[in-house]
Structure formats: structure tokens, C-alpha cells
């Protein structure tokens, strides 16, 4: 479907991790808005919906890995504190 040349891009993205999932809903919610504003753009053709598809993607993804961090982080939180007690 992608070749490897189409994902590198986003594979050398460094991304800053974060604790709160309130603020990566909002910075989610800000970006993706962003590119759904269609408004600015002179002549919207397949070439520039493809690429915001995409970043719209990208954004989803970013937000997926957020959720996954957190997700993971309370596991082991969890789990020390049981064994703890």
C-alpha cells in the first residue's frame, strides 16, 4: 500500500511524550480543526486532501501513542502498588 520512503518521514518524527490526556485531546483537537478548515485554501484538489488526510492521520496516531503511554504507565502503577501492599 505505503512504501517505505512514505512512512519515513513520520517514523523520524520525534514526539514529546505527555501525562495528561486532556492535553493531548486539545492539541489533537487543534491541529486536526485546523486542517479541516477548508476555508483559506485557493483550490482545493486531490493532491491537498490527500496530504491533510494524512496529517489528520498522523494526528491520530499521536494521540493513539498518548493514550497507549498512559494507558501502560497506570498497568504498572497498579501493579507496583499491589505488590507494595
Known amino acids: 500500500m505505503f512504501s517505505d520512503r512514505e512512512y519515513l518521514p513520520f517514523m523520524t518524527k520525534n514526539i514529546c511524550a505527555t501525562l495528561d490526556l486532556n492535553k ?3 492539541t489533537f483537537q ?3 480543526t485546523k486542517l479541516l ?3 483559506n485554501i485557493p483550490e482545493l484538489d486531490g493532491k491537498n486532501l490527500k496530504e491533510r488526510e494524512e496529517e489528520i492521520r498522523v494526528q491520530a ?3 493513539a501513542g498518548q493514550w ?3 494507558h501502560e504507565t497506570k498497568k504498572r502503577h497498579t501493579s507496583l502498588k499491589r505488590v507494595s501492599n
Open 61 to 63: 496516531l499521536i494521540l
Open 30 to 32: 487543534l491541529n486536526v
Open 68 to 70: 497507549a503511554l498512559l
Open 37 to 39: 478548515d477548508f476555508a
Open 24 to 26: 493531548s485531546i486539545r
